[in-house]
């Protein structure tokens, strides 16, 4: 084992929202961020498989955590209406990746 486990959010009812800049995770009732991750710090997704239908697992770096590993578990089927919004973000960051100008800065000689 790499690193310990926190369990801190474990059975806790939360909110996903995904878009092309991230994924947060919060409680709705309360509305406390559990975690904001910029989509480029996401390395890492998969979820849905049929042996594991009832889970998402992505890896994200944070500056508290370094990489982590976050599991949900997402009753009634719903693995699919998290990892298929991530995937589809991924892929849309890409392409915008692609169509940015590279800022690359020079040191200045002197």
Do not use: W
């Not at 310990?4 to 919060?26: C, D, P, Y």
């Not at 955590?65 to 589809?88: D, F, K, W, Y």
């Not at 991924?90 to 690359?104: A, D, G, I, T």
């Amino acid at each position: 084992m790499l690193g310990k486990s926190n369990l801190r959010f474990a059975e806790t009812s939360i909110a996903v929202s995904i878009s092309i800049n991230g994924l947060t995770l919060s409680v709705p009732a309360t509305r406390h961020i559990i975690a904001d991750h910029h989509m480029q710090s996401i390395s890492f997704a998969a979820g849905g498989d049929t042996d594991t239908a009832d889970y998402v697992a992505y890896v994200a770096k944070d500056p508290v955590n370094q990489r982590t590993c976050h599991i949900l578990e997402c009753c009634e089927g719903l693995a699919q209406s998290v990892i298929s919004p991530m995937g589809q973000n991924f892929e849309l960051r890409f392409k915008q990746y692609l169509h940015s100008p590279v800022k690359v800065v020079l040191p200045r000689k002197g």
